[in-house]
C-alpha cells in the first residue's frame, strides 16, 4: 500500500484554456474562470491553440486574482529567446506568472513547424538544457529585461519517465504528473492508479534532498458530474481498450460521479499521492465549479 502523504498543501485550481477567440471573448472567459474560483489560468503550447505569451498578457489585463501558467510549453523553443518571452510575460502580468515546461510528444507538430523532433533522449537533453539555461539567465541581474519575480518565475515540468521526473525533482517547484505515458505512435495512454503511485514514489525518491518540497500538480483528461458512473463512462471506453471499464474508473485522471463522490475522490488522491493542485480542461470548467467551490479552503 502507498505510504498516506496528508493534506499539507491547500488545494489550488487550475483551467486549461484551449479554444482561440476573439479578444473580447478571450477576456469574457478569462473573467468567468476567475469567477468560478480558479486559482490559476493556463494556456497549452500547440500548433492551433492560442500562442501561450500573448494570450496570458490578455488574462491578466482581464482579471485580478489568478496566476497565469503555460501548460505547457513543447520542445519548440530556443532558451535565449524563450527567457526573453518569460521575463517579459512575467513583466506584463505583473508578476503572475508560472513557467510550464515539457518535452512535447506530438511529432506532427514539429514537422510542420520545420524543427527537429529528437529522439526521447535528445528531447529530454534539450529540456534539461533549457532549464539549465533559464536559470543561469533569468538568475542574472544583467539580463535584460528582468522577470517581476525573484529569484526566479516558479518553475513547472510535466513528467512521467524516470529521467523526467529526476530533473522535475531537481529543479521544478511544481512537478506536474501526466498520468500518461507516450505510445510507440505517438499518443497518450493513461497509467494505472498502481502504475502512477509508482512514478509518485520514483519522484519522491529523486526529491528527497530538496530543501522545500514541490507542489504536485495533476490534469484530469475525463470529468463527468453523473450519478450513473457507468454510462458516464462508456463513450470513453473505446479510447482506452486495454483497460476495463473499472480499471478506468480508477484512473487518477478520471473523476466520475456525483458531486460527493468527486470531491471525495480528490480528497483521497491528495492523501494516497499528495496531489494537491488539479487542471482541468476548459471543456470541463464550468462543471468543475462546484468542486473547487466544495474544497475552496480545504
Not at 506584463?92 to 506530438?106: A, N
Request: some cysteine; proline content about 8%; glycine content about 8%.
Amino acid at each position: 500500500m502507498p505510504q498516506s502523504l496528508g493534506s499539507s498543501r491547500p488545494f489550488r485550481f487550475g483551467v486549461n484554456l484551449l479554444a482561440p477567440a476573439p479578444l473580447d471573448e478571450w477576456r469574457a472567459k478569462c473573467r468567468r474562470a476567475e469567477e468560478l474560483g480558479y486559482d490559476v489560468i493556463l494556456v497549452p503550447d500547440h500548433l492551433g491553440m492560442p500562442a501561450p505569451f500573448p494570450s496570458l498578457v490578455a488574462a491578466a489585463e482581464a482579471t485580478e486574482r489568478p496566476r497565469l501558467g503555460t501548460f505547457v510549453l513543447a520542445g519548440f523553443w530556443n532558451p535565449t529567446l524563450l527567457a526573453r518571452e518569460v521575463a517579459t510575460t512575467d513583466t506584463l502580468t505583473g508578476g503572475r506568472l508560472e513557467l510550464g515546461l515539457g518535452t512535447g510528444y506530438i511529432r506532427a507538430e514539429h514537422d510542420t513547424a520545420g524543427l527537429p523532433w529528437g529522439s526521447p533522449r535528445e528531447r529530454v537533453d534539450h529540456l534539461q538544457r533549457t532549464v539549465e539555461e533559464l536559470e543561469r539567465l533569468l538568475g542574472s541581474d544583467e539580463h535584460q529585461p528582468g522577470a517581476a519575480q525573484r529569484p526566479r518565475v516558479p518553475l513547472l515540468i510535466g513528467a512521467n519517465g524516470d529521467r523526467m521526473l529526476r530533473l522535475t525533482a531537481e529543479h521544478a517547484d511544481i512537478a506536474a504528473f501526466t498520468g500518461a505515458r507516450t505510445s510507440p505512435a505517438g499518443t497518450l495512454e493513461p497509467i494505472t492508479a498502481a502504475a502512477l503511485d509508482e512514478r509518485v514514489a520514483l519522484y519522491r525518491e529523486a526529491a528527497e534532498g530538496r530543501k522545500e518540497p514541490a507542489e504536485l500538480n495533476l490534469l484530469i483528461q475525463v470529468l463527468a458530474v453523473d450519478e450513473d458512473r457507468s454510462a458516464a463512462i462508456r463513450p470513453w471506453l473505446p479510447r482506452i481498450p486495454n483497460l476495463t471499464e473499472d480499471e478506468v474508473l480508477e484512473l487518477p485522471i478520471v473523476l466520475v460521479g456525483t458531486l460527493e463522490q468527486i470531491v471525495a475522490q480528490v480528497r483521497a488522491q491528495r492523501e494516497r499521492y499528495g496531489f494537491s493542485y488539479l487542471t482541468v480542461l476548459e471543456p470541463n470548467m464550468e462543471a468543475f465549479a462546484p468542486v473547487v467551490e466544495a474544497l475552496r479552503d480545504e
